[in-house]
């Protein structure tokens, strides 16, 4: 066998439909169905979308069309508005599609957990012998930490769905600060008379939802009722070294998602389509994609710095960008902020202190 992928979400489905064309593919799954347990939010940017239906029906999961976003300071005393295309989808089918798209291209097997000695695999109902392994089996990855590869660290997230009052139900909303997350942001995304309203932090999470839902200036005037759905997952923290000479990692075994969002779909999307390209180079993978996608995950990072700023920088930092026109910034890509550079710099030209601040902190 050519390869063994491990882990039928999204990154082992695309991995197996691209490398099932030209090479003999098994892919493992070990529960009974993809996309379970619910670990992403389902917003995706519509040229994700755009690319996704190039490998399966992907219109039959979508959700929810989204014009743009309502970014709240922590007070929620200034909000940003940012304009961008974007849809929701259901992950659970969107993964059960993409699965059953690589079912075509591949040898599949579910609810088989398989264990390493060597490059054989074995599960409960079969033993195999793979050229190539490609670890796309999640944060804890048993790849990853069979084969010693680094572990990429992980924030927590919590969502629940829940009646809502959106502002505007193409919007999704984003706040910021101390009250709502230790280090990330909390956010509602509209579905109908519904929205997915989630916290992602690196502790206690479910306090941090718990104070959006009941404290939140604008929030908690727009909950209505109870918990109707209730999502716990990981995301990673930061992308590690995901390549060796007969072993490989895809998705968030190696830490793919956007730093500033934790949205991973369009990430791996590019690493299935760079490991098609490089295979059986497994290492030539890992230099196409950096190739790629290096200055996103660089940008991404000093991004994500801002949203662990104290309530009083942010707020400045908000105040500052009243009415900042975000065309030509894309939510896949962060680098592409270098456009607004003179933009932001004589905005802040006129608060050196905040100014410094950011200098000393993100540099």
Known sequence: MDAAIVGGGPAGSLAAILLGKRYDVALFEEHQTPGFPVQCAGLISDNCYRKLKEYCNAKKALENRVKGAFFFSPSASVTLEGRGEAVVVERKLLDALLFERAAERADVFVKEKVKFYGFKIRTSLRELLAEKIIGADGVNSTVSRHFKFPKPGFFTAVQAEMRFEALDEEYVELYFGE????????????????ARIGVVSRSNPMQYLKNLVEKHPSVSGRVKGSVIELNIGAIPER?????????ALIGDSAGMVKPYTGGGLYYLL???EKLAESFPNLREYEKRYLSEMKNEYRFGYLVRKLYSFPDEKLEQLFSAMSDFDFAGVHMDSPSTLIRKVTDVSLRLLNRPSLAFYLLKNLI
């Open 179 to 194: 009250k709502w997350s230790d280090s990330f942001f909390a956010y509602a995304i509209p579905l109908g008379d519904t």
């Open 239 to 247: 992308l590690v070294k995901f390549s060796k000479e007969k072993v």
């Open 270 to 272: 590019v690493a299935a």
